[in-house]
């Protein structure tokens, strides 16, 4: 019996042309109209390399940190390189930047660094950022060194090589995976928002499409409805059937969506597509609960609980940044709450942390957000449809 209701749903759904166009045309459409409106936006958001000038003293002879750093920032050889630098005399330098060749330049004077920009742009900002971070280093190397140094004194062994211990720290401290690069073409997007929140959205869309088969089995919605009330078939085998096509149908629709948008709009989701499609096969689950909790708790007609769910989508979806991506800032800053019951925003958080951050800690949590989301708004549904009573069917 649940295979033959599964077999039926499936054919139900697939013969409504308008739940077809809501779940495979609609989002790619979306996509496309988002690829023409902000298709240059990624080229103008890349930084470029960034002239500057460093003033050649003893100074900055002598410092081996700042020389590894700004090596390494600008070799050639690097396509991520981010800057040019023109090793001149000062003179030269505030010529060169009168002119604006040249973002700024450096002088070090003693253990002093002396930053000389004529404006406070991006590049300028990007050159104090990076300074300050080398600084960072350099006092993790000298902690490291001191703290060894000390360690062998207490051993009693005051013929300390200090150069031996300060080449050990740099080489600990360059061990690690953090390197400053432009990296600002993958981890700058503003568009992936929109294609993250579009995902959200055909995800959530599904639940159209359960709200739509769980309304052909209810009572109070159609004839078919009333034969299966007063039959001996289990509820939760029928909702259970229902919402395993729904499934289907809306995973099979969202893999034509990234099909689309991977090899037509040449959207790149990073390196982590496994973990971008689990998050997706969850999302869609969540979806179809959302259908199923409208449906069985809203006693409208078909047109009411349609225009109910997209107006719950559409909300949700603004909320986590689909019309503007700073909206999903101001609700976290300001009433937090709404993001961590909102499911459009728990999908697109779990891509800005696949996307942005080094560990999968926050992505999980949304993970795990999402499942509960699903199995309250089900267990909710169940119950529900096994108290509903009819006076007259």
Same mark, same amino acid.
């Given at each position: 019996?649940?295979?033959?209701?599964?077999?039926? /749903?499936?054919?139900?759904?697939?013969?409504?042309? !308008?739940?077809?166009?809501?779940?495979?045309?609609?989002?790619?459409?979306?996509?496309?109209?988002?690829?023409?409106?902000?298709?240059?936006?990624?080229?103008?958001?890349?930084?470029?390399?960034?002239?500057?000038?460093?003033?050649?003293?003893?100074?900055?002879?002598?410092?081996?940190?700042?020389?590894?750093?700004?090596?390494?920032?600008?070799?050639?050889?690097?396509?991520?390189?981010?800057?040019?630098?023109?090793?001149?005399?000062?003179?030269?330098?505030?010529?060169?930047?009168?002119?604006?060749?040249?973002?700024?330049?450096?002088?070090?004077?003693?253990?002093?660094?002396?930053?000389?920009?004529?404006? /406070?742009?991006?590049?300028?900002?990007?050159?104090?950022?990076? =300074?300050?971070?080398?600084?960072?280093?350099?006092?993790?190397?000298?902690?490291?060194?001191?703290?060894?140094?000390?360690?062998?004194?207490?051993?009693?062994?005051?013929?300390?090589?200090?150069?031996?211990?300060?080449?050990?720290?740099?080489?600990?401290?360059?061990? #690690?995976?953090?390197?400053?690069?432009?990296?600002?073409?993958?981890?700058?997007?503003? !568009?992936?928002?929109?294609?993250?929140?579009?995902?959200?959205?055909?995800?959530?869309?599904?639940? =159209?499409?359960?709200?739509?088969?769980?309304?052909?089995?209810?009572?109070?919605?159609?004839?078919?409805?009333?034969?299966?009330? =007063?039959?001996?078939?289990?509820?939760?085998?029928?909702?259970?059937?229902?919402?395993?096509?729904?499934? =289907?149908?809306?995973?099979?629709?969202?893999?034509?969506?990234?099909?689309?948008?991977?090899?037509?709009?040449?959207?790149?989701?990073?390196?982590?597509?496994?973990?971008?499609?689990?998050?997706?096969?969850?999302?869609?689950?969540?979806?179809?609960?959302?259908?199923?909790?409208?449906?069985?708790?809203?006693?409208?007609? #078909?047109?009411?609980?349609?225009?109910?769910?997209?107006?719950?989508?559409?909300?949700?979806?603004?909320?986590?940044?689909?019309?503007?991506?700073?909206?999903?800032?101001?609700?976290?800053?300001?009433?937090?709450?709404?993001?961590?019951?909102?499911?459009?925003?728990?999908?697109?958080?779990?891509?800005?942390?696949?996307?942005?951050?080094? !560990?999968?800690?926050?992505?999980?949590? #949304?993970?795990?957000?999402?499942?509960?989301?699903?199995?309250?708004?089900?267990?909710?549904?169940?119950? /529900?449809?096994?108290?509903?009573?009819?006076?007259?069917?």
């Amino acid at each position: 019996m649940f295979f033959h209701n599964f077999r039926y /749903s499936l054919k139900i759904l697939t013969r409504n042309r !308008t739940l077809l166009f809501w779940t495979f045309i609609f989002p790619i459409l979306l996509g496309t109209f988002f690829y023409l409106a902000f298709s240059d936006i990624e080229k103008n958001e890349t930084l470029d390399v960034i002239n500057i000038a460093i003033i050649p003293n003893d100074s900055y002879k002598n410092n081996k940190i700042y020389n590894e750093a700004f090596k390494k920032l600008s070799d050639k050889k690097n396509k991520d390189r981010l800057f040019n630098i023109k090793y001149i005399d000062e003179t030269r330098a505030k010529k060169l930047l009168n002119k604006k060749k040249i973002t700024g330049y450096l002088n070090f004077e003693d253990e002093d660094i002396k930053i000389t920009v004529l404006t /406070s742009g991006i590049n300028e900002t990007i050159l104090r950022y990076v =300074i300050d971070e080398v600084k960072s280093e350099e006092t993790i190397i000298n902690t490291l060194v001191k703290n060894e140094a000390m360690n062998d004194i207490k051993k009693g062994n005051y013929n300390i090589d200090y150069n031996k211990i300060y080449m050990n720290a740099n080489k600990l401290l360059n061990s #690690d995976d953090i390197k400053i690069k432009d990296i600002s073409n993958n981890n700058l997007s503003y !568009t992936m928002i929109e294609y993250y929140t579009l995902i959200a959205m055909a995800a959530l869309y599904g639940s =159209i499409i359960s709200m739509f088969i769980t309304n052909y089995y209810l009572a109070n919605m159609n004839s078919i409805g009333k034969r299966v009330s =007063i039959s001996k078939i289990s509820k939760f085998k029928l909702l259970f059937s229902g919402l395993l096509s729904s499934y =289907i149908i809306q995973v099979f629709g969202l893999l034509l969506l990234f099909l689309y948008t991977i090899f037509v709009l040449k959207v790149d989701y990073g390196t982590n597509f496994n973990l971008v499609m689990l998050l997706s096969l969850v999302s869609v689950l969540a979806g179809l609960s959302l259908g199923v909790a409208v449906s069985v708790l809203i006693k409208k007609n #078909d047109n009411a609980k349609t225009g109910i769910l997209i107006g719950i989508t559409m909300l949700g979806c603004f909320l986590s940044g689909m019309m503007g991506i700073t909206m999903k800032y101001i609700v976290d800053k300001n009433i937090p709450i709404l993001n961590l019951i909102n499911p459009a925003s728990m999908i697109t958080d779990g891509f800005y942390a696949l996307y942005y951050y080094n !560990t999968l800690d926050r992505y999980y949590f #949304d993970i795990i957000s999402l499942v509960l989301f699903s199995a309250i708004m089900l267990v909710i549904s169940i119950k /529900s449809l096994r108290r509903q009573k009819y006076d007259s069917i």
